[in-house]
């Protein structure tokens, strides 16, 4: 048997929403590939060393022009993964939350990137 996707393992094994009374489809099966979570990750790994550059350089009291291009390249960085999430999320997670007519999923993507933007 082949390499099998978690995430669509979970989804295609689930019963419909309407059969889940009182769970939502984003609570009770959101799982992601290994592949995908371990380059998110990766990333934040990255992006958490450069804070940790940025740091330094703020106690070795470097010049403050240096220190915000950091701080913008890291925003960037982050900007970055989260819209790398974002579309993973609508590919898999909320995909599968239209076709179980999950409304309540849906709407709490969509406040979650009300509050990212």
């Known amino acids: ?50 804070l940790q550059h940025v740091k330094r350089m703020i106690e070795e009291d470097q010049d403050c022009a240096d220190v915000l291009m950091q701080l ?5 960085a982050l900007t970055g993964l989260g819209k790398e999430i974002i579309n993973e999320h609508i590919t898999h997670c909320i995909t ?9 999923a849906i709407e709490e993507f969509q406040k979650a990137i009300e509050k990212f933007c």
């Open 1 to 50: 048997m082949g390499h099998v996707d978690e995430h669509s393992y979970a989804h295609e094994n689930e019963r419909p929403q309407e059969q889940r009374p009182g769970h939502a489809h984003s609570h009770l099966s959101h799982h992601h590939s290994p592949e995908e979570k371990k380059r998110q990750l990766n990333r934040l790994s990255r992006v958490i060393g450069h």
């Open 72 to 76: 913008s390249a890291t925003r960037s």
């Open 96 to 104: 599968h939350a239209v076709q179980d007519g999950d409304m309540e």
